[in-house]
């Protein structure tokens, strides 16, 4: 077969998929569906290798090319097609209101309905209804932009009212419409971890739907518990002008099955389940979207992209806005076919944009706002570091041989004693994996209930709100029994908030470390790593390494949010001379601000024990 053969043949699959009925000239039935693609079509110009038809009248030409060709070039081409119909052809006006030009693996498509007509790729072809729903928003005695179509719609987005919004916000939202006023159709957003990122995504989804006409919007997250958390934002987001929650005027959807609810103005996910609905998976297992990607980093690494194929119950023009909010970088290219694959804007958030993911949005960052200017506001507070250090963090130990070793099963846990015949020698990282030390986690917990009250909160009497990031499930189990010996405290005082905790929803957890005076300390692996929204926490203790800047930064971020006076208790004091918490280890954040706490500081803390490979301030003691 040649290569136009085989192009041809693949024109005609897309097309048939997308709903369209693909004839040959000598045998028209422009009955036969709503959208009709004629192969070969005789124009005054030329030869149209396709014409669409819908309604019964021509909207567009589709010039088809071999595989491998550019296609820019042939936009002039179709314009003959465009501007040149046959006598006695039926037409939705002149010139062709579409043009599509295609290998059969690459497509670009131009509407010349919108106010600056641009050609854009796109995966696959539209469907008929869409293209006629664009149609009925364009009546040909409108100008182009002041037409009811979305990208004319952008243009002409009311004043933003200021109220409820921190100047960042408002800066963020302002820039982003203008960027969709301009037809750019990536748009990176950057602002610091705790400046209200989420806030300001939904404000401007709020818009987009309302004043712009967006159908449907996609809001992708890292994991499950986010998008619950993301839910909850929609739920209790009060509209500027309506004084109604969101939710009351448009339907959102959490997708927790593998299907799209059709009335869903706003849809959250996952890139897992998103792929797997184009996969045409009936179901997706739910414990795949409790794990974050960035504890999935080095599983992730050498994997090949995801392979996306056209899926009709899914088509490209489902979303009209794609907001992905930050996700793990593997996003951008493990995952990019399936953002690619609709013909939306898309617009990233994170505090942590790396080279890939500013190459991914054509570097259009719309939102420049840091830790340091977020400080400088108001929005967040700053932190210092305090740093522990053990002999056998650094640098491993050895366990000479006839010395009897307490040996644990992984998947059991159970334990039996043994005697080596050899000696035992562990490195840095095989230290809580391969070869737990109970007294180097004792150690680093002793050193920190010394330090509390001395170095880090002098004057304090309460143990503040403290997460410590573990290494895994089994060694945050480790850590939790030594914390409730080392403080002399009960169970409710330490308590672990893994996907592997049983008896409560992990939210729930989540929510009484949040909003209760126990538990005082919580650990966890990185169920709470990203994303969460715990305004209470001061200390932050890392007692694992974290290699990724990006994920250090949001780990870090979840002590660095401000809280307000109205959010403490009666009677609750001020201390008038700064507290300067520090941390143990690798970098981290945290603040004061918890209803409980008899004094509050401006500052944060970080604790950690382990180095972190990331950037970060340390004061060495």
């Known amino acids: 077969m040649k290569p136009e053969e085989r192009a041809r043949q693949q024109i005609d699959d897309l097309l048939q998929q997308a709903g369209w009925a693909v004839q040959d ?57 465009r501007t040149g119909a046959s006598v006695g052809l039926p037409t939705a006006r002149l010139p062709l209101p579409f043009a599509y030009e295609t290998t059969g693996i690459e497509t670009r498509f131009t509407s010349y309905l919108d106010p600056e007509p641009r050609s854009r790729p796109v995966f696959a072809f539209h469907r008929p209804e869409t293209l006629a729903e664009w149609l009925a928003q364009s009546p040909e005695s409108v100008p182009n932009d002041q037409n009811d179509t979305l990208r004319s719609r952008l243009c002409h987005l009311p004043p933003l009212p200021r109220a409820g919004l921190r100047d960042c916000q408002v800066e963020a939202i ?69 004084g109604r929650k969101f939710t009351e005027l448009y339907n959102v959807q959490h997708l927790q099955r593998n299907s799209i609810d059709p009335v869903a103005r706003v849809c959250i996910t996952t890139i897992q389940r998103l792929y797997s609905i184009l996969s045409g998976e009936s179901e997706l ?30 088509p490209i023009e489902t979303f009209d806005i794609i907001i992905t909010d930050e ?11 399936v953002l690619e694959y609709f013909d939306a804007f898309i617009v990233g958030l994170t505090a942590t944009p790396g080279k890939q993911t500013f190459g991914f949005f054509n570097r259009n960052l719309v939102m420049e706002y840091g830790h340091d200017r977020a400080v400088a506001d108001g929005v967040n ?14 640098k491993g130990s050895s366990v000479e041989h006839d010395y009897y070793v307490d040996k644990r099963d992984r998947q059991t846990r159970a334990r039996r004693w043994e005697r080596l015949d050899e000696d035992l020698t562990y490195g840095a990282n095989q230290l809580d ?42 060694h945050a189990d480790d850590i939790v029994e030594i914390l409730r010996e080392e403080f002399a405290r009960g169970n409710e005082f330490a308590q672990k ?20 005076y126990y538990p005082r300390i919580a650990v966890t692996v990185d169920m ?94």
Not at 301 to 308: F, T, Y
């Open 285 to 314: 297992d739910s414990s795949v979207e409790e794990l974050s990607l960035f504890d999935l980093d080095n599983a992730l690494a050498n994997q090949p992209p995801r392979e996306v194929r056209y899926n009709p119950s899914v």
């Open 528 to 621: 709470i790593s990203t994303g969460t929204d715990i305004k209470p926490l001061e200390v932050l203790l890392f007692m694992r390494s974290v290699k990724s800047q990006g994920f250090f930064e949001q780990m870090k971020g979840r002590g660095t949010r401000t809280i307000s006076d109205t959010e403490f208790p009666p009677g609750a004091q001020s201390l008038t001379a700064p507290e300067e918490a520090a941390r143990l280890g690798s970098s981290g954040s945290l603040r004061p601000k918890h209803p409980f706490y008899t004094g509050r500081t401006p500052g944060s803390a970080c604790l950690s024990s382990h180095t972190c490979r990331s950037r970060c301030h340390r004061r060495g003691r």
């Open 381 to 394: 507070v700053d932190y210092q570091v305090y740093r522990i250090r053990t002999e056998i963090t650094e």
């Open 174 to 242: 302002t820039n982003l419409e203008r960027s969709f006023a301009e037809n750019r159709p990536r748009a990176l957003v950057q602002m610091a971890t705790g400046s209200g990122k989420t806030y300001t995504a939904v404000s401007s989804i709020y818009r987009l739907i309302k004043f712009a006409g967006a159908r449907r919007v996609l809001f992708l997250v890292d994991r499950s518990n986010l998008a619950r958390q993301t839910l909850k934002e929609f739920e209790q987001f009060v509209t500027p002008d309506d």
């Open 433 to 474: 994996r391969d070869v737990v030390a109970p007294d180097q986690i004792r150690t680093v917990i002793r050193a920190f209930h010394d330090a509390l009250f001395t170095d880090l909160f002098p004057g304090r009497t309460e143990v503040p709100k403290t997460l410590i990031f573990a290494k895994d499930d089994s």
């Open 327 to 337: 996700c793990h970088r593997s996003i951008y290219h493990l995952w990019r076919g």
């Open 25 to 81: 000239r000598e045998r028209i039935n422009l009955g036969a569906r709503r959208g009709v693609a004629i192969r070969e079509f005789n124009m005054a110009t030329g030869t149209a290798d396709y014409l669409l038809m819908v309604d019964r009248e021509a909207i567009g030409p589709i010039e088809a090319k071999k595989v491998g060709q550019t296609l820019t070039g042939v936009e002039e081409q179709n314009t003959k097609y």
């Open 497 to 516: 908030i893994t996907y592997k905790t049983t008896g409560s929803r992990p939210e729930q957890l989540i929510q009484d470390f949040r909003n209760s």
